[in-house]
Nanobody
Framework: VQLQASGGGLVQAGGSLRLSCAAS????????TGWFRQAPGKERDFVAS????????YYADFVKGRFTISRDSAKNTVYLQMNSLKPEDTAVYYC?????????????????????WGQGTLVTVSS
């Protein structure tokens, strides 16, 4: 599975961005998809995930109410709508796919639970 993340950029605090994760070589309806982010000098943190069936979503506490993950199966793409952005949201955002089925939160929140990764897209939020 190849993943192409896009949509990052420079935005002022309070603004919005929508990230896209387009997949090829596999169908996202068959896999769980997650978004992670990594700021300079920090670990890669879980942001949000969506199950293959699209019926289970999880969010990190620091994005709840601001970010929304969704999927367009026709386009084989997962989105991360980010609203009310803060300077602390500045990071490289990565999408990833896990091929083994799991519905538990614990399966989605760790990078080791994923098999394929996109290249990352940089989000910079200015104050």
């Amino acid at each position: 599975v190849q993943l192409q993340a896009s949509g990052g950029g420079l935005v002022q605090a309070g603004g919005s961005l929508r990230l896209s994760c387009a997949a090829s070589g596999g169908t996202l309806r068959s896999y769980g998809t997650g978004w992670f982010r990594q700021a300079p000098g920090k670990e890669r943190d879980f942001v949000a995930s969506i199950s293959g069936g699209g019926d289970i979503t999880y969010y990190a506490d620091f994005v709840k109410g601001r970010f929304t993950i969704s999927r367009d199966s026709a386009k084989n793409t997962v989105y991360l709508q980010m609203n009310s952005l803060k300077p602390e949201d500045t990071a490289v955002y990565y999408c990833a796919v896990r091929t083994a089925y799991c519905s538990r939160y614990g399966c989605y929140v760790t990078p080791t639970g994923y098999d394929y990764w996109g290249q990352g897209t940089l989000v910079t939020v200015s104050s």
